[in-house]
């Protein structure tokens, strides 16, 4: 059954849905590296009973989005949270994501003397921060979501019963 008027209201749904995060993302000031901005997508799937509606984000971007909890505090919206055995400033030393972050964004934290750490020393101390403290919850999807699925259904009934007028 051809249903493109209901396929037409899903695709809007997703495309202002993925506009909107991208749009939170950088004014909220979480798109450094443009990796999360451009994985945002959706995907309108035809299966026998109708359409199936799928978002798609790199993974780290739920975290992002939910937040995670520190082992000291923070606050998540998730069961995501770090463990007090968890070794993030272990992978820090292996990849060297907080220090590029730091370098990106020019975040340079100072010793005790004043002087300027340097970007590697930066990102352990960022790696410290984040496993006590955790992620804080950005929402950048999760709200863009929630205001357009509201208006979704008043819409798909219209869209639907344009589909059925058509097919009769």
């Not at 070794?87 to 972050?101: D, H, Y």
């Not at 100072?110 to 020393?121: A, C, H, I, T, V």
């Amino acid at each position: 059954m051809q249903l493109k008027e209901t396929q037409t209201a899903l695709r809007a749904f997703g495309k202002y849905v993925v506009q909107q995060a991208r749009t939170n993302l950088t004014k909220g000031k979480k798109n450094t590296s443009k990796e999360l901005y451009d994985s945002i997508g959706y995907t309108i799937e035809e299966v026998s009973k109708g359409f199936r509606l799928y978002f798609e984000m790199e993974d780290y971007g739920m975290f992002q989005d939910r937040g995670v909890k520190g082992v000291r505090g923070g606050k998540s919206l998730s069961n995501f949270s770090y463990k007090q055995s968890s070794n993030l400033v272990g992978l820090e030393s292996a990849t060297g994501t907080f220090g590029k972050w730091a370098s990106a964004k020019r975040i340079q934290f100072r010793d005790k003397k004043g002087r300027f750490l340097s970007y590697k020393q930066t990102g352990f101390a960022l790696a410290t921060i984040v496993k006590n403290y955790g992620i804080k919850p950005s929402l950048f999807f999760t709200k863009p979501f929630e205001k357009a699925f509201t208006n979704l259904p008043k819409e798909l009934q219209e869209q639907f019963a344009i589909d059925l007028e058509n097919l009769i």
